[in-house]
């Protein structure tokens, strides 16, 4: 059959990556090394670890951990210990610890942590605000809007009207295949509804509706945009996308 090779779609998942040549898992490797070094506190040459350490650290093969380690040292993700440190049998093995940019961004996100939460106790002070009596509608009322906000599709319409400022019903439905047409009007006159996106008729033959933020939606796009960069940094993912590049 064709000189000895099967179709692709006869081939199992094995042989079907062997006939693909390797996958490639730099950019996972390094961002699973920056998630694990990250939530390990390996930021300094105290806490500095070995290439063995972090294998078992990470939960990858040495010879990938290696690997990750050169690529991400020339991308200034991670830095090597003052000297190798010798082992028992007299062999010299090299330090790792992330990088002090990393860890200047590390101690930032702790900062600006620290920061938002005075920030929310002195609004609550200033708007006369009590903790709640009735925990449970409280619990169920915020809830709500965080269902609302951050539920299956809506923060995918968000992240896109706030990289594209203006969009048009057509270029958001495109942008995410598998949403229905129905499925995206109901988000986007919820949003509507609470004030986060305006909604203009624009004065065309057809006539075109586009969609923007408004003030509210921008502050709050603003104030969530903090949070999911650490959500990326702590996974690893900020540095991701470039490495592929």
């Known amino acids: 059959m064709h000189g000895g090779r099967h179709p692709s779609y006869l081939l199992p998942d094995s042989e079907l990556a062997k006939a693909r040549g390797p996958v490639r898992r730099g950019p996972e490797d390094m961002a699973d090394l920056v998630r694990a070094m990250l939530a390990d506190a390996v930021f300094n040459d105290r806490d500095a670890k070995d290439p063995i350490e972090l294998s078992r ?4 093969s040495l010879a990938r951990v290696s690997s990750a380690l050169a690529a991400g040292e020339s991308r200034g993700l991670f830095q090597r210990g003052p000297a190798p440190t010798r082992t028992g049998n007299g062999l010299s093995k090299t330090l790792w610890r992330l990088s002090p940019d990393l860890t200047d ?79 995206l009007s ?54 991701e996308e470039d490495a592929e590049a």
């Open 105 to 183: 961004l590390a101690a930032k996100f702790a900062d600006f942590a620290e920061l938002s939460s005075r920030f929310s106790r002195e609004v609550a002070q200033a708007a006369s605000m009590h903790p709640p009596r009735d925990v449970a509608r409280n619990v169920e009322f915020n809830l709500e809007i965080a269902k609302t906000v951050f539920g299956k599709w809506t923060v995918d319409v968000l992240a896109l009207i706030y990289a594209h400022k203006t969009l048009g019903f057509q270029e958001i439905l495109h942008a995410m295949p598998g949403m229905s047409a129905r499925i």
């Open 57 to 60: 650290l990470a939960g990858l």
């Open 186 to 239: 109901v988000k986007l006159s919820r949003l509507k509804e609470l004030g986060l996106v305006h909604r203009e008729v624009l004065d065309t033959k057809p006539p075109r509706v586009q969609y923007s933020f408004t003030e509210k939606g921008l502050r709050v796009a603003k104030l969530g945009e903090p949070v999911f960069l650490y959500l990326r940094f702590a996974e690893g993912l900020l540095f």
